[in-house]
């Protein structure tokens, strides 16, 4: 992305307006739904990026290594749960938001919260098919957090990970 510096501007000013410390939903939870929405394209490297920014948003080890079982899990509210499962659905291709989990969403998030949500799927739509696309190598400290909070995955740093 260097080599077009008006792309990575472009692309700053998107991930200030996505991740506002300002914005309704919390920071770590943000990074909660990048990583579901990035987990849905399979891209390893911004699975392991979310969940470093999770950590340092104050999601607990706990939780980050409970991630994918949200949707059982004791750790997660209702209301998260319906969240990961619009980014999951957001994030899926086809597109697999259906009319009524958008309305069973409005009635536990707010439409500012909604689009913060969404922001965050689309955002991560892009990051997902550049950094696979690229093969975008995965360093060191992302790699711990996702070797730690992920369990038996085949996390290689460094290396194309697809």
């Not at 069973?104 to 696309?133: C, P, Y």
């Amino acid at each position: 992305m260097q080599r077009k510096p008006k792309l990575v501007q472009a692309f700053a000013q998107l991930n200030a307006a996505v991740m506002d410390p300002e914005g309704e939903v919390d920071l770590g939870f943000r990074r909660l739904i990048g990583h579901v929405a990035s987990k849905a394209s399979g891209c390893l490297y911004c699975q392991a990026h979310t969940l470093l920014g999770a950590h340092n948003f104050g999601v607990s080890e706990e939780k980050l290594a409970d991630v994918w079982q949200y949707s059982t899990s004791p750790l997660f509210t209702e209301k998260e749960k319906l969240a990961l499962d619009f980014a999951l659905a957001a994030a899926s291709q086809p597109n697999a938001v259906t009319n009524e989990l958008f309305e069973h969403m409005k009635q536990h998030w707010t439409d500012g919260q909604i689009v913060e949500i969404l922001g965050v799927v689309a955002m991560f739509g892009f990051l997902n098919r550049w950094n696979d696309s690229m093969s975008t190598p995965l360093e060191d400290v992302p790699n711990e957090i996702a070797v730690k909070t992920a369990g038996q995955r085949t996390w290689n740093a460094g290396k194309h990970l697809r």
